[in-house]
DNA sequence: TATAACCGTTGCCGAAACGGCAGCAATATG
DNA sequence: CATATTGCTGCCGTTTCGGCAACGGTTATA
C-alpha cells in the first residue's frame, strides 16, 4: 500500500536519520536515488529544504514546514490503514508511547497487560524520557502518546488531559517520619535527602520550594532513577521524593512509606499531561488506548486523593 | 509544486466528477491514463475503491476512507504551500465559504471588503445553500468555512463558534404591529403572514413553535427567499419572519421595523454555526479570516442583543 | 601531515512506470 | 434500433526511477 510518491517517503527518512547515506540503508535503496529525490523535491518547492553540513543534512526552515507536511500526510496514511484493517476483521496497529518514569511502575504495565488482553493484535512501543524529550518526541512525529509533566507545552501538541497527583516523601517503615501522616519540606531536609537529578521533573518541582528555605540542605545522594531512589529509600539511606502513583508497588512494598508533602499548609501537586500531535487523527485502536489511559490515570487521581485527603 | 503520486490527484478528481472520462477532461489527460491509477490504487489497497455503475463511478465504504484522507492530503497541501508563500511576500490565497442566506446582507460583504482592503491577494468564492448543504459542501471538502443554522453537525466538522441571534416579525412601519416592542407568535398569526419554505431554516425554527398552538394559523404566503420575503412585509403584505443579522439594511431602511419575537415569556433563538473540517489546520490567511467572522459575529450579537434586551 | 571514513552529488544505463491512441463491450437514452 | 457515453485494455513512445561506480569535499585519527 504505497500510494505516495518515493520523494514523500525519503523526504521522511533523511528528516529523521540526518543524513541521506543512513537514509538510503534504512529505506534499501542507493543514496543516489535518495539524493535525486530530495533534489527533486527542492526544485519543485523552489528553495532547498536542508542545510548540507558536512556532517550530514539539517532542516531549513522551509524544510520543517515540509517536514510537518509530510508527518501530516503520513500519521493519516496510518489511521486510513488502520480503518481499511478494521473493517475485515480485529484491530492491529503498534501504539508508540513516550512517557516519564513515574508510569512505569504500575500505571502502564497495567493498563497495557488488560488491553493485550482483549486486542491481542495491538503492539506496544514504549520509550521512556525526560518530560522535554517525551514533548520533541511526539513533536517529531516519534511517538503518538506522549505522558509527561504538564509544563508548558508547544502549540503542535494537544493536551488530552490533565491529572494532578500529590508529590510525596517516600521512606522506610522504621524511619523517624515514619509515623507522621504528612510531612513538610523543612521536617524531611532534617534528615539524609535523596535527591533528583535535573533530568527527573520531580527535580523541577522539588527546587524552586527549597530554594525558598532559608537553610542550605546538607549535600545528599542524588540519582536520576526513581526505581534506585526508592530502593534507596528502602534501605533507610535517606528521604526519597516521588509523585504518588507507584500506590499499588508502594502498598503492596511492605518496606516503604508514602507521605504526602505539605508547603506551607497546602499540598504539592506534580501536573501529569497527555499529549497527542494537534494536527492529527489518531487511528482507532490508538484512540481507544488513549481513552483508557486518560480513564484510568482519572481514577488513580479521584482514589489517591481521596486515601490522602487535604485537610487543612 | 507536485510531490504527491498522481494517482491521488486522479483519484479526488474521480471523486469529485463522478466519471471517470469527466475527470479526465478536468486533469486534462487520457480516460485510460486515469483509469489505470485507479485501478492500481484499488490493487494497492487490496478493496475496490468505487462501484461501477454504467453511468458513472460510486464510492464503495474503503473507497470513503480513502477519500477522507486524500482529503486531509490535499487540504495540508494547500496550508503548506501557503506558509512557504508568507514567508516570501504577502499571503495570497483563496478561502471559500459556503453559508446560508441570512449573512449575504451585510455580515459578509462588510467583512470582505475591510478583509480585502489589508489584503489585496487573497480572493474569496461564497456559495450561498441551505444549512444541511452547508455542512455537507464542508465534508465533501468543497469549501473552507461553513455558516449554517446550528444543527448537529457531522463528527468530521468543528464548531468554529456559536452564535445566537434573536428571531423577530419583520413588518412595515404601518402595520398594526409596528408601535409594540416585541411580539408573540399568536399576536403576528393574527394577521397575513409570510412564511419560509423548508429549505429556509427559518421554517424549522417556526414550525415547532405554530405546531404548539391550538389555532390553525391562515393560510400565507410562501417563499424561499429571504429577500423577496422582506420585500413583500415592506409593502404591508404580511408579516415576515427572520434572525435579527440585517440590523445595517433595516435600519437604514426605513420602510421595515424589527420586532423581537417573544414565545411563552423567553425570546426564540437563532443558533448561528460557525463551521471547519475537523481534521484540517487552516492555512494562514483562512484562520486569520476566520477569526475576523468570529469577531465580527459576536461583535454583531453582542450589539444586537443589547438593542433588543430581554426584559422579562 | 598523511590516511581513512563519511558525506552528497553526478553520468551512465537498464528497468519500471506513465500517458496517449484507438478500439472493445456494456449500458443508458432517444 | 441508432446513438452516445461509460470503463477498460493492448500497443507503443516517453518519462521517471534506481543501481553502480566514481568524484570532490570535510572530519577524525594516526
Same mark, same amino acid.
Given at each position: 500500500?504505497?500510494?505516495?510518491?518515493?520523494?514523500?517517503?525519503?523526504?521522511?527518512?533523511?528528516?529523521?536519520?540526518?543524513?541521506?547515506?543512513?537514509?538510503?540503508?534504512?529505506?534499501?535503496?542507493?543514496?543516489?536515488?535518495?539524493?535525486?529525490?530530495? &533534489?527533486?523535491?527542492?526544485?519543485?518547492?523552489?528553495?532547498?529544504?536542508?542545510?548540507?553540513?558536512?556532517?550530514?543534512?539539517?532542516?531549513?526552515?522551509?524544510?520543517?514546514?515540509?517536514?510537518?507536511?509530510?508527518?501530516?500526510?503520513?500519521?493519516?496514511?496510518?489511521?486510513?490503514?488502520?480503518?481499511?484493517?478494521?473493517?475485515?476483521?480485529?484491530?492491529?496497529?503498534?501504539?508508540?508511547?513516550?512517557?516519564?518514569?513515574?508510569?512505569?511502575?504500575?500505571?502502564?504495565?497495567?493498563?497495557?497487560?488488560?488491553?493485550?488482553?482483549?486486542?491481542?493484535?495491538?503492539?506496544?512501543?514504549?520509550?521512556?524520557?525526560?518530560?522535554?524529550?517525551?514533548?520533541?518526541?511526539?513533536?517529531?512525529?516519534?511517538?503518538?502518546?506522549?505522558?509527561?509533566?504538564?509544563?508548558?507545552?508547544?502549540?503542535?501538541?494537544?493536551?488530552?488531559?490533565?491529572?494532578?497527583f500529590r508529590l510525596g516523601?517516600?521512606?522506610?517503615?522504621?524511619?523517624?517520619?515514619?509515623?507522621?501522616?504528612?510531612?513538610?519540606?523543612?521536617?524531611?531536609?532534617?534528615?539524609?535527602?535523596?535527591?533528583?537529578?535535573?533530568? &527527573?521533573?520531580?527535580?523541577?518541582?522539588?527546587?524552586?520550594?527549597?530554594?525558598?528555605?532559608?537553610?542550605?540542605?546538607?549535600?545528599?545522594?542524588?540519582?536520576?532513577?526513581?526505581?534506585?531512589?526508592?530502593?534507596?529509600?528502602?534501605?533507610?539511606?535517606?528521604?526519597?521524593?516521588?509523585?504518588q502513583?507507584?500506590?499499588?508497588?508502594?502498598?503492596?512494598?511492605?518496606?516503604?512509606?508514602?507521605?504526602p &508533602?505539605?508547603?506551607?499548609?497546602?499540598p504539592?501537586?506534580?501536573?501529569?499531561?497527555?499529549?497527542?500531535?494537534?494536527?492529527?487523527?489518531?487511528?482507532?485502536?490508538?484512540?481507544?488506548?488513549?481513552?483508557?489511559?486518560?480513564?484510568?490515570?482519572?481514577?488513580?487521581?479521584?482514589?489517591?486523593?481521596?486515601?490522602?485527603?487535604?485537610?487543612?
Open positions: 500500500m504505497r500510494f505516495h510518491s518515493p520523494a514523500i517517503q525519503y523526504f521522511h527518512a533523511v528528516r529523521r536519520t540526518g543524513s541521506i547515506r543512513a537514509a538510503a540503508r534504512v529505506l534499501n535503496v542507493a543514496s543516489s536515488a535518495v539524493s535525486r529525490q530530495i &533534489l527533486k523535491l527542492e526544485q519543485e518547492v523552489g528553495s532547498p529544504l536542508f542545510e548540507r553540513n558536512a556532517r550530514g543534512l539539517t532542516l531549513t526552515t522551509v524544510g520543517e514546514m515540509l517536514a510537518r507536511h509530510v508527518m501530516n500526510v503520513l500519521q493519516d496514511l496510518d489511521r486510513f490503514r488502520s480503518d481499511v484493517a478494521s473493517l475485515s476483521g480485529a484491530w492491529s496497529g503498534t501504539v508508540s508511547i513516550a512517557c516519564i518514569e513515574s508510569l512505569t511502575e504500575s500505571v502502564l504495565p497495567d493498563l497495557i497487560a488488560s488491553h493485550r488482553g482483549r486486542a491481542r493484535r495491538v503492539s506496544f512501543t514504549i520509550e521512556v524520557k525526560g518530560s522535554s524529550d517525551v514533548l520533541e518526541a511526539l513533536s517529531r512525529g516519534e511517538a503518538d502518546i506522549g505522558i509527561a509533566m504538564a509544563l508548558r507545552h508547544p502549540p503542535d501538541l494537544r493536551q488530552a488531559a490533565l491529572k494532578r516523601a517516600v521512606v522506610a517503615r522504621e524511619h523517624p517520619l515514619a509515623r507522621r501522616k504528612t510531612v513538610t519540606l523543612e521536617q524531611c531536609l532534617a534528615f539524609p535527602v535523596i535527591n533528583a537529578l535535573p533530568e &527527573l521533573s520531580i527535580y523541577h518541582l522539588l527546587q524552586p520550594l527549597i530554594a525558598q528555605l532559608s537553610e542550605t540542605p546538607e549535600p545528599a545522594i542524588q540519582a536520576n532513577s526513581i526505581d534506585l531512589m526508592r530502593e534507596l529509600a528502602a534501605r533507610g539511606v535517606g528521604v526519597a521524593f516521588q509523585t502513583l507507584g500506590i499499588n508497588r508502594l502498598s503492596r512494598d511492605s518496606r516503604l512509606v508514602f507521605l &508533602l505539605d508547603n506551607a499548609g497546602s504539592v501537586w506534580s501536573d501529569l499531561g497527555i499529549y497527542v500531535r494537534a494536527e492529527r487523527t489518531l487511528p482507532a485502536y490508538t484512540e481507544s488506548f488513549l481513552q483508557e489511559l486518560v480513564r484510568e490515570l482519572g481514577e488513580r487521581e479521584r482514589r489517591e486523593n481521596a486515601a490522602h485527603p487535604h485537610t487543612p
